[in-house]
């Protein structure tokens, strides 16, 4: 594993498939413009919309962001993270799988994720979300893909932080990094957002990627913002605030060694 620069991307993703993927686009050649060989995307980059339009479409967002993917890391040489778009289940025309992808630069899909945990859930500003009601629920947590260059990387997506079994899951597999994209609501970003990321950088000594969604969507549909990227002492290396943008910083192995012989936690525990 070497020093490199990795990138957390912000978007305001629509119900408009074409356009977020020329914002994407946009944002990935930024982020390899300031350095970045690791680039991820956040949860629904490329259609943020009713869930049932999302269903109705998923085919063709499936399709079309694979290959978009598959072309941005073999035009720019990066490897990168989609971090959540649906794909459709076979057998259930009326779900899809909330799926995140890993490609390398040769175009080739290295890693993949079905997120196992759905957000069902009444927020108090009024807002209800039965993620279950569309997205069928992955079973397998993915494992880790080893990176000679860019280190251990582990595959979670948006609500997945708030279950730590999970991330010591991957942590026991020999985690180095982990991805956590997210559309985090602006309601429940404000006060926990930047505590769980932290918290999962520091209790598994591992950097953390977090792209994410900002603003307006559509209706009633705002998300936090500040994607981050954290390192494993839980400190906030970049925070691309509330507009769409990038989140740049240094992924170090020497940082990451460092840390781990301050406070071998992982080395001290008792239960897992």
Request: aromatic share 10%; hydrophobic share 40%.
């Amino acid at each position: 594993m070497k020093s490199y620069l990795a990138a957390a991307v912000q978007m305001t993703s629509k119900p408009d498939l074409a356009k977020n993927l020329v914002e994407a686009e946009e944002l990935i050649e930024l982020a390899v413009r300031r350095g970045a060989e690791l680039v991820s995307l956040p949860e629904n980059f490329a259609f943020l919309g009713q869930e049932m339009d999302k269903v109705a479409q998923a085919k063709e967002i499936a399709d079309k962001t694979e290959q978009f993917l598959k072309k941005m890391a073999q035009r720019f040489q990066i490897t990168i993270l989609g971090g959540g778009f649906p794909v459709p289940v076979d057998d259930n025309p009326q779900k899809a799988y909330n799926t995140a992808s890993l490609v390398t630069p040769d175009g080739q899909q290295v890693a993949i994720y079905q997120k196992v945990h759905l957000f069902d859930v009444n927020v108090p500003d009024g807002n209800t979300y039965q993620e279950s009601s569309t997205v069928m629920a992955g079973t397998v947590i993915p494992t880790i893909y080893e990176s000679e260059q860019l280190g251990k990387l582990g595959l979670s997506i948006c609500y997945d932080v708030r279950f730590p079994e999970f991330y010591r899951y991957l942590s026991r597999q020999g985690a180095d990094i982990l991805f956590i994209p997210a559309a985090f609501t602006a309601f429940t970003g404000k006060d926990h957002w930047q505590v769980l990321l932290q918290a999962r950088a520091i209790e598994n000594t591992c950097y953390v990627i977090a792209p994410a969604q900002t603003g307006n969507h559509y209706e009633r549909r705002y998300t936090h913002g500040h994607a981050m990227i954290v390192d494993p002492w839980g400190v906030i290396l970049a925070d691309a605030g509330n507009a769409p943008g990038v989140a740049v910083a240094e992924i170090n192995p020497q940082r990451l060694q460092q840390v781990r012989q301050q406070m071998p936690s992982l080395q001290h525990r008792v239960f897992v």
